[in-house]
């Protein structure tokens, strides 16, 4: 970790060896941070850090009294779901059923059981989260998305969402599940920042409107209501991973039993974890509002989730409390190049034929931009766990086995 502390008003601190690591946009945007007014103590970027919009994706900001819909981001409570099993991964990869591997299998049923892509559900799903919301007066035309996100619950999207099943260093199979809060949280964001953007022009608040940190003071009826529209997108992002999450699991229960003879498969390790999100948190004496883009909570002990790029690794961590970094730590591996740039340098089949070489089976619709999520595009998971070894303990390191993606 090194220090920056005379780029802007306040330090800026990064979990990486020097400057020439963090490309000049994010580090522009990190300067961005550190001069806003109600930035407190210092800035955080962590070592998966890369340009985002408005707010670098990797970063941390704590901030008094104030909350920015563009440093939480369009995918409000985008995260990951983690279950381990007792299961020997050779299984799936051994069994031989009538169309394939066992996990050929399995990945197909994922597919036909969770919709990917754009594509929503036929039917609206059951929802305590979007039935239990009160919606805050004075954004009637988000009300409307709440029909809409019954039909999203259950749904995969597509970008760098995933569902893979993963074999630890022990050969044990993990399931993980990678997804948000869908359309639902694209919206809250586009309209809580336009909302914020138009209010801080009328108050000719001294932040450029190009830095795209349009704010809300968060003891305004603006700012509590874009708290409670967050907070619901939250849940609703944690409750799509859960129901994604039982229904892989009863399709892997499902299939060792008819096709493996197993019956009872003991599960650990149950961990489902936002990185995208503002909390009112404590930290060096002062309640703040902690903005995590693409970040994860770490708290002393606390068990998350840093996911690789496919057909690479991820790790499952425990924190280790560091009050540095406002108790957080990367949420995953990070991007060396646009989705564009990587699909203009990689092949579909040489990333296709990258995933053969390790016995990968891809579940995808799409294929033709299959290279914007090559591991080739991330940087080095490893590199990265290495980077934040004050903030984190590994406590599991996972390789795909199989992939379903949007």
């Known amino acids: 970790m090194f220090v920056l502390p005379d780029a802007g008003k306040k330090p800026i601190k990064v979990w990486l060896r020097d400057k020439s690591e963090v490309e000049a946009s994010c580090m522009e945007q990190a300067i961005n941070l550190s001069n806003l007014p109600f930035a407190f103590r210092h800035i955080v970027l962590l070592p998966d850090c890369h340009t985002g919009y408005g707010m670098p994706i990797g970063g941390v900001l704590a901030a008094e009294d104030a909350i920015i819909p563009n440093a939480v981001g369009n995918d409000i409570g985008c995260g990951v779901a983690f279950v381990h099993t007792d299961v020997p991964a050779d299984l799936v990869n051994e069994i031989q059923v009538s169309n394939g591997t066992l996990a050929q299998k399995m990945v197909g049923d994922i597919?036909?059981?969770?919709?990917?892509?754009?594509?929503?559900?036929?039917?609206?799903?059951?929802?305590?989260?979007?039935?239990?919301?009160?919606?805050?007066?004075?954004?009637?035309?988000?009300?409307?998305?709440?029909?809409?996100?019954?039909?999203?619950?259950?749904?995969?999207?597509?970008?760098?969402?995933?569902?893979?099943?993963?074999?630890?260093?022990?050969?044990?199979?993990?399931?993980?599940?990678h997804s948000g809060s869908r359309n639902l949280g694209f919206q809250i964001c586009r309209a809580f920042n336009q909302l914020a953007r138009n209010l801080n022009a009328k108050r000719s608040v001294p932040i450029p409107p190009e830095w795209q940190l349009a704010y809300l003071p968060t003891d305004t009826a603006e700012g509590q209501a874009y708290i409670e529209w967050m907070n619901m997108a939250l849940g609703f992002a944690r409750e799509n991973r859960h129901l994604m999450m039982e229904r892989v699991k009863k399709i892997f229960f499902?299939?060792?039993?008819?096709?493996?003879?197993?019956?009872?498969?003991?599960?650990?390790?149950?961990?489902?974890?936002?990185?995208?999100?503002?909390?009112?948190?404590?930290?060096?004496?002062?309640?703040?509002?902690?903005?995590?883009?693409?970040?994860?909570?770490?708290?002393?002990?606390?068990?998350?989730?840093?996911?690789?790029?496919?057909?690479?690794?991820?790790?499952?961590?425990?924190?280790?409390?560091?009050?540095?970094?406002?108790?957080?730590?990367?949420?995953?591996?990070?991007?060396?190049?646009?989705?564009?740039?990587?699909?203009?340098?990689?092949?579909?089949?040489?990333?296709?034929?990258?995933?053969?070489?390790?016995?990968?089976?891809?579940?995808?619709?799409?294929?033709?931009?299959?290279?914007?999520?090559?591991?080739?595009?991330y940087k080095d998971i490893d590199e990265v766990i290495e980077n934040q070894l004050d903030l984190i303990e590994p406590v599991l390191r996972l390789r795909t086995v199989a992939v379903v993606k949007g």
């Open 254 to 377: 499902d299939n060792l039993a008819k096709h493996a003879g197993i019956d009872d498969v003991q599960l650990d390790l149950e961990i489902n974890a936002h990185h995208n999100y503002a909390a009112l948190e404590t930290h060096f004496g002062k309640e703040v509002w902690v903005h995590r883009k693409g970040a994860i909570r770490a708290r002393k002990g606390e068990y998350g989730i840093i996911p690789g790029a496919m057909g690479s690794f991820s790790y499952i961590v425990k924190g280790k409390g560091n009050p540095e970094s406002f108790h957080s730590c990367s949420h995953g591996a990070g991007r060396v190049m646009s989705r564009k740039e990587a699909t203009r340098q990689f092949s579909v089949e040489e990333v296709v034929d990258d995933l053969k070489s390790q016995s990968v089976t891809l579940g995808k619709r799409r294929r033709s931009d299959v290279a914007e999520e090559s591991r080739w595009a």
């Open 111 to 177: 597919m036909r059981s969770i919709p990917t892509g754009f594509d929503h559900q036929k039917q609206p799903q059951k929802s305590a989260i979007l039935e239990q919301f009160q919606a805050p007066a004075g954004m009637p035309n988000l009300e409307k998305e709440i029909d809409r996100a019954y039909y999203q619950l259950g749904t995969l999207g597509g970008g760098n969402h995933f569902i893979e099943l993963q074999v630890d260093d022990d050969g044990r199979l993990g399931i993980m599940v």
